[in-house]
C-alpha cells in the first residue's frame, strides 16, 4: 500500500513564524508536490520536485520554499508565516509519466494550518 | 502554461439517476493524463479514474466513465446509478510529462439526493 504521510494534521503558528511541513513517501516515487486547498479556489500548486535537490516553481510559490535532501522527503518552509497563509496543505507524489504504465498521485492527509 | 477549468461549482443528483461533471484544459503538451479524483469529508484524494491522451477509448470504472474529447480539451465525468456514497468534491487534474507538473481545477462539490 503506497503511504503519504504529512507530519502534523493540525497546525497552530504565530504570525512571523518559520513553519515546517514535513511529507514522506514510501514508494520511491520520483515527483513530489506541495498544493494549498482553500474554498473556491481548488488546489493550487506551490512547488514540486522531479528527483533529489531539484524543485520547481508551481503557480503559487511566493512566501514558500521547500527542500528535497531525500527522494522520500519533501518539506515545505514558510519562512515566515502570515496570516493569509492558513490553508490545507496537502501533499502528494507520483512516478514520472511513462506512456502505457499507469500512474497517479497518491495524496497524504493534509495538514490544516491556522496562522493567528 | 497549463490550465484546467471546472465551471460548475456544486452540482446535486438524485440516488440512482445519472450525473455529468464538466471540465476543459489547456495544455501544449502532446504526452499527457488526466485525472479525476474525489474528495470525501475526511479530506483524503481519492483517484475515481485516468485517461492516458494518446488513448482514444473512453475510461470506464464500474459506474464512471469518462467523455474524452481531446481535440475541444474537455474531460467529462459520468457517474450512473448515483450512490449517497458519491457525495464529495470532485476535482479534474491535467499531468504533463515534459514538466512532471499536475495541474488542479477548482473542483465541483456533488451533493447525493434520496
Known amino acids: 500500500d503506497v503511504k503519504v504521510t504529512q507530519s502534523s494534521r493540525y497546525l497552530v503558528k504565530r504570525t512571523g513564524e518559520k513553519v515546517f511541513l514535513e511529507c514522506v513517501q514510501d514508494?520511491?516515487?520520483?515527483?513530489m508536490f506541495w498544493y494549498r486547498q482553500d474554498p473556491g479556489l481548488g488546489l493550487r500548486l506551490i512547488y514540486f520536485s522531479y528527483d533529489v535537490k531539484m524543485k520547481e516553481k508551481g503557480d503559487i510559490p511566493e512566501g514558500y520554499s521547500v527542500s528535497r535532501e531525500k527522494k522520500e522527503r519533501f518539506s515545505l518552509i514558510l519562512e515566515s508565516a502570515s496570516t493569509n497563509q492558513t490553508s490545507m496543505y496537502l501533499c502528494a507524489s507520483s512516478l514520472m509519466m511513462v506512456r502505457h504504465l499507469n500512474t497517479e498521485a497518491f495524496f497524504g492527509q493534509g495538514t490544516r494550518l491556522t496562522v493567528v | 502554461a497549463q490550465t484546467v477549468t471546472q465551471s460548475q461549482p456544486e452540482m446535486s443528483v438524485q440516488e440512482a439517476e445519472t450525473v455529468t461533471l464538466s471540465c476543459t484544459y489547456d495544455t501544449s503538451e502532446s504526452d499527457y493524463y488526466l485525472f479525476w479524483y474525489k474528495q470525501p469529508p475526511s479530506r483524503q484524494m481519492i483517484l475515481v479514474i485516468r485517461q492516458e491522451a494518446y488513448k482514444q477509448q473512453n475510461a470506464t470504472e464500474n459506474r464512471f466513465s469518462v467523455n474524452f474529447q481531446k481535440a475541444a480539451k474537455s474531460f467529462s465525468l459520468k457517474i450512473s446509478d448515483s450512490q449517497l456514497g458519491d457525495a464529495a468534491m470532485y476535482f479534474c487534474a491535467l499531468y504533463t510529462g515534459t514538466a512532471s507538473k499536475l495541474t488542479f481545477g477548482t473542483g465541483t462539490r456533488l451533493q447525493v439526493t434520496l
Open positions: 514508494m520511491d516515487h520520483e515527483n
